[in-house]
């Protein structure tokens, strides 16, 4: 039994030491807190998805400058679609979709980035003819997933640029 218990603390030090954390959870430095957004995303989705993450997080946003212990500014987001394959009656039978994102982020005095990077994602999906309704839905989910996924590796980077 006193071996049992020897070998699960040592294992949780172990695992706390090493810097693993559970899936889907993020811990920022409180250096990097609060976080001030600035944007030029002109339909707000991705603006929208930063909001929403941070909050699922529990991370901080300050309404100005003055309040922001780091910024992350959006430059660039685009989505490309582009054919992979063809059936033989000349329809597209699947497609790519690329997205990338431009960003910085940048620490006090706010002068220069401390990160200036870029991230693309892809995805891909069938089109069916038979299933038109659903196909337009399914890539806007699948945008939306990507917008997910780059939020994600911007806050991993906030957290790993202030230790």
Do not use: W
Not at 41 to 54: G, I
């Amino acid at each position: 039994m006193r071996a049992i218990r020897l070998f699960i603390i040592t294992a949780v030090i172990f695992l706390y030491g090493c810097g693993f954390h559970l899936a889907g959870s993020l811990k920022l430095n409180p250096k990097v807190q609060p976080i001030l957004l600035e944007s030029n995303d002109a339909q707000q989705a991705l603006t929208r998805q930063f909001y929403v993450r941070c909050h699922h997080y529990d991370i901080p946003l300050a309404q100005n400058q003055g309040e922001a212990n780091s910024k992350v500014l959006f430059e660039q987001e685009s989505v490309m679609q582009q054919a992979l394959t063809v059936r033989s009656d000349g329809e597209i039978a699947e497609y790519e979709l690329l997205y990338r994102l431009d960003y910085a982020i940048h620490l006090p005095p706010f002068d220069e980035p401390a990160v200036r990077n870029s991230i693309q994602l892809r995805r891909e999906y069938t089109d069916n003819p038979s299933q038109l309704l659903g196909k337009a839905l399914e890539r806007e989910m699948l945008i939306e997933d990507m917008r997910r996924d780059a939020i994600n590796q911007i806050l991993n980077a906030l957290g790993t640029l202030a230790k």
